[in-house]
């Protein structure tokens, strides 16, 4: 069993830039990857990111080039920053740890 939290959300501005954390229960060089996702209101949740700890690091071509993925085993935490924020980046944005852990969400409402 693999707990999560997430924390860091709150309210963006266009432009501007937001850090979330996602605080995990054990070692997360242990879990092999981690990723974040998001939902909009009344959309399906959406992948957003994963980072491997072989190195390697994926975004969505709707994130790629503003959002960045990384990790801190010492913290047992990874981080998505999250720059250049628009509008419809606003979703409650979840981690995910294997096979299917989940945080209970952090709530970025981005304002134009």
């Known amino acids: 069993q693999v707990q999560l939290v997430e924390s860091g959300g709150g309210l963006g501005q266009t432009g501007g830039s937001l850090r979330l954390s996602c605080a995990a229960s054990t070692s997360i060089f242990r879990l092999n990857f981690m990723e974040w996702y998001r939902q909009a209101p009344g959309k399906q949740r959406e992948w957003v990111a994963t980072i491997s700890w072989g190195g390697s690091t994926a975004y969505a071509d709707s994130v790629k080039g503003r959002f960045t993925i990384s990790g801190d085993n010492a913290k047992n935490t990874v981080y998505l920053q999250m720059n250049s924020l628009k509008p419809e980046d606003t979703a409650v944005y979840y981690c995910?740890?294997?096979?299917?852990?989940w945080g209970q969400g952090t709530q970025v409402t981005v304002s134009s």
């Open positions: 995910k740890a294997p096979p299917t852990f």
